[in-house]
Each structure stands twice: as structure tokens, then as C-alpha cells.
Nanobody, 114 residues
Framework: QVQLVESGGGLVQVGGSLRLSCAASGSAFTFDSMGWYRQAPGKQRELVATITSDDTTNYADSVKGRFTISRDNAKNTVYLQMSSLKPEDTAVYYC????????WGQGTQVTVSS
């Protein structure tokens, strides 16, 4: 059974940085795509960034130039380096992986305080 476990969330001040990690277990195959989504209170879940198995990336306009997604296929792990954080980045961040179907992690809270 595939499980995604996120780590690295927390409280940070405006302009600070955080690095999220998501380790996938239970699959002997490389995921076609892995990524991060986020959901702020009262809002719908939205895409933050995705990365395919050949390292093609896609970012939401709101995070371009500030966030960097990367992955280690050997470890089935995806990372999200977040810099120049803003209060509007506050949300629960969810890891996502795609291999025939979608898998989701439980989420990790990121809070940016001003």
C-alpha cells in the first residue's frame, strides 16, 4: 500500500524559508508525477508545483521564482524549497503522487507570520 509522509512544515516569519519533504513508500515503481498542493482556510485546494519522472516542472504563478520543486527517484521522495515566504503562503501543504491513480499525504501545516 502506497503511503506518502510529509515533513518540514512549521512556523516561519515573512521572508523566511522552509523545505518540505515527502517520502513515498509501498511502491516499487517510480511515480509518473509528484507534487505539492495547498489548502488555506476557507479556500479550495490548489496546485503549488509538480515534477515528472523526467524532471519536467510546473509551478503556480503565485510561487514562481520563490519555490523550487525537486525529487529523488531512487528514494521516491519529493522536496519543496520555499523562500521569500508571504502570509498568503499559509496553508496545509499536501504531497501528491501519480501512478495509475492519485495518492495523497496527510498534509503539513505551513504558517507564515508577519
Amino acid at each position: 500500500q502506497v503511503q506518502l509522509v510529509e515533513s518540514g512544515g512549521g512556523l516561519v516569519q515573512v521572508g523566511g524559508s522552509l523545505r518540505l519533504s515527502c517520502a513515498a513508500s509501498g511502491s516499487a515503481f517510480t511515480f509518473d508525477s509528484m507534487g505539492w498542493y495547498r489548502q488555506a482556510p476557507g479556500k479550495q485546494r490548489e496546485l503549488v508545483a509538480t515534477i515528472t519522472s523526467d524532471d519536467t516542472t510546473n509551478y503556480a504563478d503565485s510561487v514562481k521564482g520563490r519555490f523550487t520543486i525537486s525529487r529523488d527517484n531512487a528514494k521516491n521522495t519529493v522536496y519543496l524549497q520555499m523562500s521569500s515566504l508571504k502570509p498568503e503562503d499559509t496553508a496545509v501543504y499536501y504531497c501528491n503522487a501519480l501512478l495509475a491513480r492519485e495518492y495523497w499525504g496527510q498534509g503539513t501545516q505551513v504558517t507564515v507570520s508577519s
